[in-house]
């Protein structure tokens, strides 16, 4: 086990290498600078803060230095809110964005994986055909038009919970379930697919020989076998709501790391995006290691080795 | 055997699938017997209603199945009247079943000392510590070996004739009356068939339970059953003992199904078949339903069905060739030498009986 998260760490920072290098020659090819907005700037003070923030050097030069730099642990330091070095700004910001992917998972997972089962179970009925709808519903709405809609009748209209802003757990509320609705659906439709495989099962016609109720059969047998696949895909979807969650963040005014990546792209602040791109990799490939481990704890099946 | 009581009386009975195409009828007026302690083989193509007819007895039929008549007898009860929660409570207890592929019939992430224990908790309530003891008893009958290290192991620790074994300690924890068997040992290699048809003779003896075998290969059947049933395009065809059916066939149905059955004396150079596919359910033929593949086939089996004909008062078979107005034919070459091959072990039998007064039960 020591071994095989060893090769994982290994790769894992192989992979981060591959994403920091592509990210950053990428980021280079964008149109502009971060100086745009500062037209009474010089043309010799630009070079002066060219040359301040090293952008005056080739840009292979630029990246090695910057490869130096983070092996040290240094982020470098914003160009758009001065001199916040890009830790201090993604960690004053990562807990309203971990905090509204968690609740958005807690939220969504279990009720998608419930209403998924429900249609699994009553296949081919007009339940089925219900949780479909809501499955295709909630997968193909962007989360950013539900905000609004949210905002409008639960912030506007029925002034149940505040419109924007952050604050205490209410104003969680709101963003939270624009959130949820993705994950919701995808784990409905992931369930339903699932269970009625396992449903179809040789073993669940065994179950039924051996006299089991419908009841026994789901809890016993056709629940802990279609839930096993689900959770492949919940680490993903996790980090998928943190990465999509940019714009739901800007909608409700929400200071955590997506905005400020939608910030950041949008004034070119290069070391901003360098560490959230680094952050996010790092979250996805955690979450998939993660998922991993759960799963060779749940499935018999399934063992870690050092091999492949 | 002839007098034992019948434990399993099916009559009439019809069964039909709603399709899209229409109506499929699968099982066309079937009737059998089953008796306490006996192994009933029943025997046909694939699609001729073996397995809806178990499926029937089980009450698990498909949702679109229809049965349009009959009744299944057990126990004074008729099986088809039965409610689901009721079906429930016979299923396991007084009727088992164990299926064809043993990879895929055991749950893949539950203990397989929990799936042979469930059938008892489950119906007879026994306590989880105390259904553990009796799981391990039936994996050592049924010949796990290192049953005590083996019972938290899962499935797929295990290989398909082992699975097989589980499967069918999970089916008997609960001694049903009735063991049906779909093709047990048709996914697997010959010589682990050997060895599970071996082993459910020994446990039928143990625990006293009647078993539907249902299979296509008349060779399993030939070590197995005592008497055999022939299905074909949902209707028995020929029925009776199984040195009746193997010996003295009557149906050219079964001749056709034991002729292209190789066997190791045969001369391996050419192997017959049936020619020819089984009519199709949706609008089954009028006449006999074999007669478009049956060359002995009379003028009238294109226009009546044939009845049931006594050929013994045990073996029946439905074909018009044993009408009194029918002209005499013989049955193929093959079959003829195997009566006369099978007459002369007889003989060769029972002198050696008289020689050692072995019996001939010992040597199993």
Same mark, same amino acid.
Do not use: F, H
């Given at each position: 086990m020591a071994k095989y998260l060893l090769k994982r760490l290994f790769y894992l920072l192989l992979t981060l290498f591959i994403v920091i290098t592509i990210t950053f020659f990428l980021m280079k090819l964008l149109p502009g600078t971060p100086l745009n907005n500062q037209a009474k700037l010089s043309k010799s003070q630009i070079a002066v803060i060219y040359q301040q923030y090293g952008l005056d050097k080739p840009v292979w030069q630029q990246y090695l230095s910057y490869l130096g730099n983070i092996l040290h642990g240094n982020f470098g330091t914003s160009f758009q809110f001065s001199d916040q070095p890009v830790s201090y700004l993604i960690s004053s910001r990562i807990g309203a964005s971990l905090q509204l992917g968690f609740q958005a998972i807690i939220v969504g997972v279990p009720i998608g994986t419930l209403i998924g089962a429900i249609g699994a179970v009553k296949k081919n009925t007009w339940v089925d055909t219900t949780t479909t709808i809501i499955s295709i519903l909630g997968i193909s709405i962007p989360s950013f038009v539900l905000a609004v809609l949210f905002q409008y009748f639960f912030g506007v209209k029925l002034h149940w919970f505040p419109i924007a802003n952050w604050g205490s757990f209410i104003f969680t509320v709101l963003p939270t379930l624009a959130l949820a609705v993705s994950p919701l659906a995808e784990s409905a439709r992931f369930m339903r697919t699932e269970m009625v495989d396992v449903m179809n099962s040789d073993y669940i016609e065994l179950a039924k020989a051996k006299g089991l109720t419908k009841i026994g059969i789901i809890y016993h047998h056709a629940l802990r076998n279609s839930l096993i696949p689900l959770l492949t895909v919940v680490g993903p979807l996790a980090v998928g709501i943190m990465t999509g969650s940019m714009v739901v963040e800007n909608i409700f005014s929400i200071p955590g790391i997506g905005e400020l990546f939608v910030k950041s792209v949008l004034t070119n602040d290069y070391p901003t995006i360098m560490g959230l791109t680094i952050v996010y990799s790092v979250m996805l490939m955690v979450v998939l290691l993660i998922t991993d481990i759960i799963y060779s704890l749940v499935d018999p099946r399934i063992r870690l080795t050092d091999k492949g | 055997m002839e007098n034992a009581k019948n434990i399993l009386e099916v009559r009439n009975l019809e069964i039909n699938f709603n399709t899209y195409a229409g109506t499929v009828r699968a099982i066309r007026n079937v009737s059998f017997d089953l008796r306490r302690g006996e192994t009933l083989a029943i025997v046909g193509e694939s699609g001729s209603g073996k397995s809806v007819t178990t499926r029937a007895i089980m009450g698990l039929l498909a949702n679109n199945a229809v049965v349009a008549n009959g009744t299944i007898e057990y126990d004074g009860k008729d099986l088809l009247k039965q409610s689901n929660r009721q079906m429930e409570k016979i299923r396991s207890v007084d009727i088992a079943e164990i299926f064809q592929d043993p990879m895929t019939s055991l749950d893949p992430t539950m203990k397989i000392g929990k799936q042979i224990a469930e059938p008892l908790i489950v119906h007879k309530g026994v306590k989880p510590d105390k259904a553990r003891e009796a799981a391990l008893k039936m994996m050592e009958a049924v010949g796990i070996t290192n049953a005590q290290e083996r019972i938290n192991d899962y499935p797929h620790q295990f290989s398909g004739g082992m699975r097989q074994r589980i499967v069918i300690a999970i089916a008997l924890i609960n001694h049903p009356d009735i063991l049906i068997a779909d093709?047990? =040992? =048709?996914?697997?290699?010959v010589t682990i068939q050997a060895q599970i048809l071996n082993l459910m003779r020994r446990l039928q003896n143990m625990i006293n339970t009647s078993i539907i075998f249902i299979t296509h290969d008349l060779g399993v059947v030939a070590g197995m059953a005592d008497r055999v049933a022939v299905m074909y395009a949902g209707k028995i065809v020929e029925y009776g003992k199984a040195d009746e059916i193997f010996y003295n066939p009557k149906h050219p149905y079964t001749w056709g199904l034991l002729e292209s059955m190789p066997t190791l004396d045969t001369d391996a150079e050419y192997l017959p078949s049936i020619p020819g596919t089984p009519p199709d359910l949706l609008n089954p033929p009028v006449g006999d339903a074999f007669a478009p593949r049956n060359k002995y086939a009379l003028e009238v089996d294109l226009k009546a069905e044939p009845p049931f004909f006594e050929v013994s008062p045990t073996h029946f078979a439905a074909t018009w060739l044993l009408d009194p107005r029918a002209p005499q034919i013989n049955p193929p070459e093959i079959i003829v030498q195997r009566q006369q091959k099978y007459e002369n072990e007889r003989q060769q039998l029972i002198n050696a009986d008289r020689l050692n007064h072995h019996s001939a039960e010992e040597d199993l």
């Open positions: - | 093709e047990p =040992t =048709t996914a697997l290699d």
